[in-house]
């Protein structure tokens, strides 16, 4: 199982990017896949998550209207559309994944996915 994250680069406060995970080896299935985030000094946090089995979705309170997490099934992608970025938004992004469906309480529960992505860095700035 692999995920290869990618679309991170330097946006200007406001801007907008599209975050892709690629998944392989993988079926979508009853998985949850997650973003999590890790600013710089700062712990991971969980940015939007996504069960399979029923498209159910969960946002943190500090994205919540501006990022929207959606799936491809075709290309096995799963996407992150981060809109209105702020530079509180830079970080590096990982997408993960379990084969379990995570219940919404466990949804930003780090030690619930094990299959990382390698990351790819937003930087907001202007």
């Known amino acids: 199982v692999q995920l290869q994250a990618y679309g991170g680069g330097l946006v200007q406060p406001g801007g907008s990017l599209r975050l892709s995970c690629v998944v392989s080896g993988f079926t979508f299935g009853s998985a949850t896949i997650a973003w999590f985030r890790q600013a710089p000094g700062k712990e991971r946090e969980g940015v939007s998550c996504m069960r399979q089995s029923d498209r159910s979705t969960a946002y943190a309170d500090s994205v919540k209207g501006r990022f929207t997490i959606s799936r491809d099934n075709a290309k096995n992608t799963v996407y992150l559309q981060m809109n209105n970025l702020q530079p509180e938004d830079t970080a590096v992004y990982y997408c993960?994944?379990?084969?379990?469906?995570?219940?919404?309480?466990?949804?930003?529960?780090?030690?619930?996915?094990?299959?990382w992505g390698q990351g790819t860095l937003v930087t907001v700035s202007s």
């Open positions: 993960a994944a379990t084969a379990r469906g995570l219940i919404r309480s466990s949804m930003f529960a780090s030690r619930y996915y094990d299959t």
